[in-house]
Every structure is written in C-alpha cells, then in structure tokens.
C-alpha cells in the first residue's frame, strides 16, 4: 500500500507493444506476463492505485464471495504458497493488500500510470498501431491495446430527480470514500439490494440511529458462514495446490466443486430439503444452485429451491408480511446474482430498520431534506447508493474506441456485444476485452477466468511475434456465430426470466441481451486452446 500513487505520471516513451486499460488484477497480471514476454507494456488506470474493484468497494462489509484461496493468483507457486488469506471470505482490505503485494513482489509500479483515465483508442490501418490519448495529455502508440477495464467497474451514477440539491452526504459503494464513513447517530437511506446493499446494510444498522432500505427487486442471499481460515485445510490445500488448481480450471463455476447429475424433480420433498440445506451449510454461492442439474434450465425445480430459500428467509424474519416483502417470487432463484450475506434478513428484526417497497411506492425525487417516493417524504442525513453498473460492457463502450473504418465500437454494440470469444471484436484489430461479455466472465469465479484469458492475450501476441504477423482481426463470420452461440446458450437456460444486469436489464436504454457465455469455464477454455492449437481459426492473421 506504501507504493499507492508513488509512480512517475509521465511516461519513459510514448511507444510500447501494449497499452492495457485498468490495474485491477486482469491489468497487473497482463503487464506481468508482458514483460516476461520481453515486451514493453504501459498500464493505465484512473484510480490513484492498483487492485480496481478492491480500490474502488470500499464500503462497510465488503468482502469476497468466492473463497479466499479460490479467489487469488495461481501462476506463481512460490505466490500462491506465501501468501496467507486471514478468512473463509476475505474483506476488501485483506484483498486490497493482497492486489498490492503483487504489484510489489513483481515490480510492476514503474510500468503503471494513475489518475489516468483512457479517452480514446484509434486504430490507424497504414501503421498497424493504436492511438491511445488519456485526460491527462499523453498520447500513445501502441500495437495492441487489451482492456482490463472490469465488468463491474462502470458504475451507475445517481439519476434521481433533484440529486444535486440534497444537503446531506451521498455515497455510492462503488466509490467509497478513503477515509470511511461514520454513521453514528445519523438518519441514514440505502437505496438497493442488491449484493454491495446486503454486504453493508447490517453494518449500517449498527451503527446508525436510523436505517431506512429502499427495495425495488428482492434478492436471494445465503448465509456466508465466513470464519478464519482453518490452518488444517489451508496446509492440506497447499500441499497439493496444483492438482487443486487445474480443477478449478476444468470446472464449471471456475471452483472445483462436486457436480452432480442428479435432477430436483427426481426427488421427492424430503430429499431435496436435506441437499439444499447441505448447500446452505456449506456457506458457498453454489452449495443450493449446484445441488441438481436441471436448477438452471427447468423452472419447475428451480421453484424447489427458491421456495426452499424463501422458507429460510420467513424463518430468520419475525415480521411475517416484513418477510414476505423480502422474498424473491417473480424470477427463478440463481438468475440474478445470488448474495452472500452476514446477517443480512436479521437486520430488518430491528426497530431501527425499515424496508421501503418501491414496487408499490416508487422513487420520485431528492430533496434538500431527503428522499421522496410516490407516497411519503424521508428526511436522511446520510443516502447511500448501492445502485450496482452499467456491467460488462459499460467500462469498454465509455470509452471512445474506433476502429477499421472509423468503426465505432460503441456504433457496433448498440443492438449488444459482437465479439468473438468474448475477446476480440470483429474490424478492431489487436485489440482484446478480458474477461468480456460472450465469455463466461462473471459466471465464474473471476481470478480463474482473468488467468485463463491474460494466458490465452499473451500466447497470442507471442504467435504473432514468431510468425511475422503485425495484426490479428476475427473474422466476421467466426464473431456472428459465436454471438449466436453464446445468445442459444443463455435462452437454454432461466436466466432471461430475470430483470438481471446479466440482461443488461438494470440499465435504461440498454439492449436485453444475456450478457456472459454460460458453456462453462472448462468447455470454454478447452475451446480457446484448440482454437489456438489450430492457428488462430475464425482470426485473420496479417
Ligand atoms: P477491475 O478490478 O474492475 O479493474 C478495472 C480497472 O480499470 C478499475 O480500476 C478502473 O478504474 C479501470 N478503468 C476502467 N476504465 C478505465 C479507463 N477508461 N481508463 C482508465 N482506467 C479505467 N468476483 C469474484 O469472482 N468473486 C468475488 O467475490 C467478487 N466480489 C466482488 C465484489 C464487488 C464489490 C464487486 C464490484 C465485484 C466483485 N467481483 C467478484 C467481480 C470483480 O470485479 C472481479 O473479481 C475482479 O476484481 C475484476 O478484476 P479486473 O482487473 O478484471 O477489473
Ligand atoms: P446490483 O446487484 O446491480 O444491485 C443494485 C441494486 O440497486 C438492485 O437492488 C437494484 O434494483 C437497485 N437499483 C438500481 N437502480 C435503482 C433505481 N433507479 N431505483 C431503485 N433501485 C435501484 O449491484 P451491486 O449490489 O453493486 O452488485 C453488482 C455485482 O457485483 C454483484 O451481482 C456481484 O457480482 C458483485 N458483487 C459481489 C459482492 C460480493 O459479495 N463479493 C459484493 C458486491 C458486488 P433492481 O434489482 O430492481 O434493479
């Protein structure tokens, strides 16, 4: 954290083989493979230091919810063996450090650049380069330009009539100030609940004099049992690490967890109950969802686990029309993304907590007092937004990208993302998203799939290198089957019954596409390395 901002802001050159877009770990990990490439690399990001999400989420509670040892690097033996998670699920601090370690461990600072934010991306087809210029003035030149922007990075900003003129103080979790936030003794509004609203509203409970949740969807939220780490399971694990990883990696979820064929439909009531509450013991995102097969593909068992879930929700709150305000009932359980929570529907036993239905009031406006929905006034001190972002392709189409042609990328996914892979876009050449939508992304444990898709970016430019080539394009024919691929995989599933961001439904205006590619991270990545295996097929190479 002693490195936070100490980088010169003017670059050595202006000339490198990549720009990469974003320090979170997808852009470190870049830079690092980069250079023991023998390549030259700069890093850009607008934060003033690395770890991207974990600079950002700073908010009370924010911790992982993937298992702290799932959830971090596995390229380095000699890393993944020093390094020691304190708990189950890791807070953003412990994170934030860990994203610092790397940057120190592998001297990546002098390659990095913050408060810098990229504006635009021009390819010029005489030179075969990108011209990246930043708010800042610089003006590069690069061959490739891989963008490590995040899918979860854009945030939404606050749209609320009247916003501005509120007089009290406005938080968004997903830019949480340094210093933090004291809630003692203040009328306090969190408008959301979504997973950063059910990460911090028990904490925000606690401390506040009042807390008011404004609710428009309800959520699904498991306990997370998080715990310290057990130093047994943590020695086992690390004394056969690889074999443990490579699972990860052949895996569905990108977390090596038991898969069954079983279907919920071929059980009968008794026997389900005990699997699902063997999943909610377990503390995991995918304990319920993973113990049948047919949960994501038939709604008929998936009721069975979402009324297995609501049951626990009516249980654990005493209020029973409270309870059933909370509970999820117009969208399959598992197709909005599922929360992991530490005393989340406790916290509305307290009398200090109420739960606003915008459904039945909406939000109207802001004012100098607080906040007004269609039927009472609020008077806050403090509001916080935990309103979520514009995922998956906000971060890439922000920022001002042209391609062959003139293209516009923002022009060529206005309708939804055309890519190929979730990697590569069609007229933009040597140009790469990690972990982009048509890719299994943010249906996967994250580290495992920003691993898989910096290692594929890196074996590619390598082939470039050998073989001559000065740019790499698919093809538009490979980029419209693998769009329709990945749109025939999602409508086989329930996800496009929820009003998710993985629909692109949460944002105003943007098209109704299922965003992320649910063919699984291990079928996915075994089809990059055979495509690769193949020369590069559905890639123009020249
Ligand atoms: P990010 O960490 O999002 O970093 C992207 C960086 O790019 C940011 O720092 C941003 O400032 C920068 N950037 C973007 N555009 C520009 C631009 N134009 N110019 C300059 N800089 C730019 N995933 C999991 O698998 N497990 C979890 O438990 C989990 N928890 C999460 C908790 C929260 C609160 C959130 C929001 C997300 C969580 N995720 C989780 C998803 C998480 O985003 C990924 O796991 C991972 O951190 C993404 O890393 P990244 O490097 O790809 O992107
Ligand atoms: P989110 O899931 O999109 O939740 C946003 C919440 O705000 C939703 O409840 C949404 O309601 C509500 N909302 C948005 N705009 C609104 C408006 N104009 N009026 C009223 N309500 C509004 O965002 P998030 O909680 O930041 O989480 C995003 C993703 O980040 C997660 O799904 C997860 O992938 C990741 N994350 C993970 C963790 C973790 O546990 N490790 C923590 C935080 C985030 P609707 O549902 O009705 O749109």
Redesign the pocket.
């Known amino acids: 954290m002693a490195n936070e901002n100490n980088t010169t802001k003017v670059a050595a050159t202006t000339s490198y083989d990549a720009v990469i877009?974003?320090?979170?770990?997808?852009?470190m990990y870049m830079l690092h493979k980069m250079r023991g490439m023998g390549m030259t690399a700069r890093v850009?990001?607008?934060?003033k230091g690395v770890?991207?999400?974990?600079?950002?989420?700073r908010y009370p509670g924010?911790r992982?919810?993937?298992m702290s040892h799932d959830?971090s690097f596995s390229f380095d033996k000699e890393l993944e063996q020093e390094w020691e998670w304190s708990e189950k699920y890791s807070t953003q601090p412990e994170i934030l450090r860990y994203a610092n370690h790397v940057a120190d461990r592998y001297e990546l600072w002098p390659d990095m650049q913050f408060e810098?934010?990229?504006?635009s991306a021009v390819f010029d087809e005489n030179t075969k380069r990108w011209t990246v210029k930043t708010d800042q003035g610089d003006v590069i030149s690069a061959m490739h330009v891989v963008m490590?922007?995040?899918?979860?990075?854009?945030a939404k900003q606050p749209d609320l009539p009247g916003h501005e003129t509120f007089a009290g103080e406005t938080y968004m979790t997903?830019k949480w100030p340094h210093e933090g936030v004291d809630f003692t003794g203040k009328k306090v509004g969190v408008i959301g609940t979504g997973?950063?609203a059910i990460q911090s509203i028990p904490i925000i409970a606690e401390q506040a004099d009042h807390l008011t949740v404004f609710q428009r969807t309800p959520n699904f939220s498991l306990p997370a049992g998080n715990s310290p780490t057990e130093k047994k399971f943590i020695t086992d694990l690390k004394s056969d690490y690889p074999t443990y990883r490579q699972a990860a990696k052949e895996s569905f979820f990108g977390v090596p967890v038991e898969v069954t064929d079983d279907l919920a439909l071929d059980a009968d009531k008794t026997e389900r109950d005990a699997k699902y509450q063997e999943g909610w013991d377990s503390g995991s995102l995918v304990g319920v969802l993973g113990a049948y097969a047919d949960l994501l593909f038939d709604k008929e068992a998936n009721d069975t686990a979402a009324e297995f879930v609501r049951e626990k929700i009516r249980a654990t709150v005493d209020a029973p029309e409270l309870a059933e305000l909370l509970c999820p009932d117009d969208y399959p359980f598992g197709t909005k993304r599922p929360c992991l929570d530490t005393g989340y529907y406790e916290a509305f036993n307290r009398e200090d907590v109420r739960l606003v239905d915008l459904r039945k009031t909406p939000l109207d406006s802001m004012d100098t007092n607080g906040v007004n929905t269609t039927d009472e006034h609020f008077d806050f001190d403090v509001v916080v937004y935990a309103t979520g972002?514009d995922a998956m392709t906000g971060?890439v189409t922000?920022?001002d990208i042209s391609g062959l042609d003139g293209k516009k990328l923002a022009d060529e996914w206005e309708g939804g993302p055309q890519n190929y892979l979730g990697l590569c876009v069609s007229g933009f050449p040597n140009f790469y998203v990690?972990?982009g939508p048509g890719s299994p992304s943010?249906l996967?444990?994250?580290?495992v799939s920003?691993e898989q898709h910096i290692e594929w970016i890196a074996d590619l430019m390598q082939y470039m290198r050998d073989n001559d080539k000065s740019t790499v394009d698919p093809s538009i024919e490979a980029q419209e089957e693998w769009v329709a691929h990945v749109a025939e995989a999602g409508d086989g599933t329930l996800y496009p019954l929820a009003n998710s961001w993985y629909m692109g439904a949460n944002v105003p205006g943007k098209p109704r596409v299922f965003l992320p590619y649910i063919g699984g991270c291990g079928p996915y990545r075994e089809r990059c390395d055979e495509i690769a295996a193949e020369g590069y097929t559905g890639f123009v190479l020249a």
């Open positions: 877009v974003g320090a979170g770990f997808a852009g850009y990001d607008a934060a770890g991207g999400t974990w600079y950002w989420n924010a992982c919810d993937v959830y810098t934010r990229i504006d490590a922007t995040g899918t979860l990075s854009a997903s997973s950063s972002f971060a922000r920022v990690v972990t943010v996967s444990n994250m580290m920003i």
